[in-house]
Protein backbone atom coordinates (compact mmCIF):
# COMPACT_ATOMS: atom_id res chain seq x y z
CA UNK A 1 0.00 0.00 0.00
CA UNK A 2 2.85 2.28 0.73
CA UNK A 3 4.87 1.74 -2.44
CA UNK A 4 1.29 2.51 -4.51
CA UNK A 5 0.86 5.84 -2.49
CA UNK A 6 4.43 6.50 -2.83
CA UNK A 7 4.48 5.89 -6.76
CA UNK A 8 0.45 7.55 -6.95
CA UNK A 9 1.20 11.22 -5.57
CA UNK A 10 -2.69 12.24 -6.80
CA UNK A 11 -4.09 9.18 -4.48
CA UNK A 12 -1.99 10.02 -2.13
CA UNK A 13 -2.85 13.40 -1.76
CA UNK A 14 -6.63 12.99 -1.68
CA UNK A 15 -5.73 10.26 1.19
CA UNK A 16 -3.85 12.57 3.06
CA UNK A 17 -6.96 15.41 2.16
CA UNK A 18 -9.53 12.70 3.95
CA UNK A 19 -7.35 12.10 6.81
CA UNK A 20 -7.03 15.51 7.59
CA UNK A 21 -11.22 16.27 7.08
CA UNK A 22 -11.55 13.81 9.96
CA UNK A 23 -9.59 15.92 12.39
CA UNK A 24 -11.35 19.21 11.38
CA UNK A 25 -14.08 20.44 13.95
CA UNK A 26 -17.37 20.79 12.69
CA UNK A 27 -20.13 23.04 15.11
CA UNK A 28 -23.81 23.60 13.95
CA UNK A 29 -24.86 26.64 14.71
CA UNK A 30 -28.01 28.85 13.73
CA UNK A 31 -27.25 32.61 11.93
CA UNK A 32 -30.09 35.73 12.71
CA UNK A 33 -29.76 37.39 9.45
CA UNK A 34 -32.11 39.90 11.34
CA UNK A 35 -29.22 40.88 13.76
CA UNK A 36 -26.20 43.37 13.42
CA UNK A 37 -22.82 42.65 13.47
CA UNK A 38 -22.81 44.93 16.04
CA UNK A 39 -25.47 43.39 18.21
CA UNK A 40 -23.60 39.88 17.40
CA UNK A 41 -20.72 40.91 19.03
CA UNK A 42 -22.38 42.16 22.28
CA UNK A 43 -24.16 39.09 21.99
CA UNK A 44 -20.84 36.98 21.92
CA UNK A 45 -19.36 38.31 25.37
CA UNK A 46 -16.24 39.58 24.29
CA UNK A 47 -13.78 41.71 26.61
CA UNK A 48 -13.02 44.47 23.51
CA UNK A 49 -13.82 44.99 19.93
CA UNK A 50 -12.91 47.18 17.51
CA UNK A 51 -14.65 50.05 16.68
CA UNK A 52 -14.35 49.14 13.09
CA UNK A 53 -16.18 45.95 13.10
CA UNK A 54 -19.55 47.48 12.29
CA UNK A 55 -22.70 47.04 10.17
CA UNK A 56 -21.09 49.51 7.45
CA UNK A 57 -17.64 47.72 6.76
CA UNK A 58 -19.11 44.23 7.42
CA UNK A 59 -22.82 44.30 6.56
CA UNK A 60 -25.03 41.04 7.30
CA UNK A 61 -26.16 39.49 3.82
CA UNK A 62 -29.17 37.11 4.12
CA UNK A 63 -32.79 37.25 5.27
CA UNK A 64 -34.35 35.49 8.13
CA UNK A 65 -32.27 32.49 10.18
CA UNK A 66 -30.65 29.34 9.00
CA UNK A 67 -28.57 26.74 10.52
CA UNK A 68 -24.99 26.55 8.93
CA UNK A 69 -21.81 24.05 9.86
CA UNK A 70 -19.09 26.15 10.69
CA UNK A 71 -15.82 24.01 10.04
CA UNK A 72 -12.58 25.16 11.58
CA UNK A 73 -9.12 24.67 9.57
CA UNK A 74 -5.87 24.67 10.88
CA UNK A 75 -3.09 24.26 8.62
CA UNK A 76 -0.15 24.06 10.90
CA UNK A 77 2.01 26.16 9.16
CA UNK A 78 2.82 29.91 8.01
CA UNK A 79 -0.16 30.10 4.92
CA UNK A 80 -1.19 33.60 2.70
CA UNK A 81 -4.64 34.27 3.15
CA UNK A 82 -4.95 33.33 -0.73
CA UNK A 83 -3.59 29.95 -0.16
CA UNK A 84 -5.58 29.35 3.30
CA UNK A 85 -9.13 29.96 0.55
CA UNK A 86 -7.21 28.16 -2.10
CA UNK A 87 -6.89 24.71 0.92
CA UNK A 88 -10.66 25.58 1.86
CA UNK A 89 -11.58 25.33 -1.82
CA UNK A 90 -9.95 22.15 -2.43
CA UNK A 91 -12.08 20.35 0.33
CA UNK A 92 -15.02 21.81 -1.03
CA UNK A 93 -15.18 24.75 1.52
CA UNK A 94 -15.41 28.63 1.75
CA UNK A 95 -14.11 31.43 3.88
CA UNK A 96 -16.54 32.18 6.35
CA UNK A 97 -18.57 35.50 6.82
CA UNK A 98 -17.97 37.67 10.02
CA UNK A 99 -21.46 36.53 10.96
CA UNK A 100 -20.17 32.98 10.78
CA UNK A 101 -17.56 33.69 13.08
CA UNK A 102 -19.54 35.67 15.55
CA UNK A 103 -21.92 33.03 15.54
CA UNK A 104 -19.22 30.38 16.34
CA UNK A 105 -18.27 32.01 19.20
CA UNK A 106 -22.04 32.15 20.47
CA UNK A 107 -22.66 28.54 20.72
CA UNK A 108 -19.22 27.30 21.50
CA UNK A 109 -17.86 30.15 24.15
CA UNK A 110 -15.13 27.73 25.52
CA UNK A 111 -13.93 27.59 21.78
CA UNK A 112 -12.94 31.49 22.10
CA UNK A 113 -10.29 30.67 24.79
CA UNK A 114 -8.42 27.77 23.10
CA UNK A 115 -6.91 30.18 19.84
CA UNK A 116 -7.03 33.06 17.15
CA UNK A 117 -9.61 32.33 14.52
CA UNK A 118 -9.94 34.77 11.41
CA UNK A 119 -12.69 35.16 8.95
CA UNK A 120 -11.48 35.53 5.28
CA UNK A 121 -14.70 35.41 3.78
CA UNK A 122 -15.40 39.37 4.03
CA UNK A 123 -13.07 42.47 4.04
CA UNK A 124 -13.03 46.18 4.76
CA UNK A 125 -10.76 48.45 2.90
CA UNK A 126 -9.25 50.53 6.27
CA UNK A 127 -8.38 54.18 5.34
CA UNK A 128 -5.06 53.43 4.75
CA UNK A 129 -6.14 51.13 2.02
CA UNK A 130 -5.22 47.78 3.58
CA UNK A 131 -7.58 44.88 3.07
CA UNK A 132 -9.00 43.96 6.63
CA UNK A 133 -10.16 40.76 8.13
CA UNK A 134 -12.54 39.98 11.32
CA UNK A 135 -10.11 37.68 14.25
CA UNK A 136 -11.29 36.74 17.49
CA UNK A 137 -8.34 36.87 19.72
CA UNK A 138 -7.96 34.87 22.61
CA UNK A 139 -5.89 35.67 25.18
CA UNK A 140 -6.16 33.78 28.74
CA UNK A 141 -9.33 34.56 30.18
CA UNK A 142 -9.95 37.36 27.64
CA UNK A 143 -11.16 36.93 23.80
CA UNK A 144 -11.21 40.13 21.74
CA UNK A 145 -12.70 40.92 18.11
CA UNK A 146 -10.01 42.51 16.02
CA UNK A 147 -9.13 43.59 12.49
CA UNK A 148 -6.44 41.34 10.97
CA UNK A 149 -4.37 42.17 7.83
CA UNK A 150 -5.76 39.86 4.72
CA UNK A 151 -2.70 40.67 2.47
CA UNK A 152 -0.26 38.66 5.35
CA UNK A 153 0.93 35.49 6.04
CA UNK A 154 -0.52 33.71 9.24
CA UNK A 155 1.49 32.01 11.55
CA UNK A 156 1.27 27.88 12.04
CA UNK A 157 -1.06 28.86 15.25
CA UNK A 158 -3.93 30.72 13.19
CA UNK A 159 -7.50 29.40 13.07
CA UNK A 160 -10.05 29.73 10.02
CA UNK A 161 -13.41 29.26 9.48
CA UNK A 162 -15.11 27.74 6.86
CA UNK A 163 -18.35 26.77 5.49
CA UNK A 164 -19.21 23.80 3.10
CA UNK A 165 -19.80 24.56 -0.54
CA UNK A 166 -22.75 22.05 -0.63
CA UNK A 167 -24.31 22.69 1.90
CA UNK A 168 -24.53 25.99 1.07
CA UNK A 169 -26.29 25.13 -2.17
CA UNK A 170 -28.66 23.07 -0.55
Not at 14 to 26: C, D, G, H, M, N
Not at 56 to 67: A, S
Amino acid sequence: LIAFLVHNKSVFAQVVEFIKSLYRPTYKVVLDFSKTIVQMVKEGGYSWADTNINDENFPVVGNGTTEREITIFHFGRHISSKNAIAEMRKGGYLPATVAELLAIGKVQPDLKRGFTIVALGQTWRDPDAHLMVVCRYEGGSECEVRLGCFDRDWSDNWHFVAVSEEKLEA
